[in-house]
């Protein structure tokens, strides 16, 4: 698997970092975040180094939609499914991407409120 010297992320795939690992296979991890922002708060990223979904074509279609079941499974273990939950990926700087390797934000387990600031 493809990794970058010096990402969080690809050192946790790794096993150099400890994580709290609530899934896994060859492709995907799904990882409890350490800030969570909401009851549930998961991580699930590719094993592989991505930044973002900006850097993605349609080579990485299977890994994407793999990611996608990888984050319905985690809420359904979870048990948020039948009162919602949402699920976010950054991109850039602008949008508040702090570690520049793919991943989805799997958050529920409470009421979330609005996406964004209604007073731009």
Known sequence: M????????CRIVAGEIPSDMVYQDPEVIAIRDI??????????LPRTHLV????????????LGRMLLVVKQVAEEAGVTQGGYRVITNIGRDSGQEVPHLHWHVLGGRPLGPLVSRGL
Do not use: K, T, W, Y
């Open 35 to 44: 800030r969570p922002q909401a009851p549930l708060h998961v991580l699930v």
């Open 52 to 63: 973002s979904l900006a850097e993605v074509d349609a080579a990485q279609a299977p890994l």
């Open 2 to 9: 493809a990794q970058a010297s010096g990402c969080i992320f």
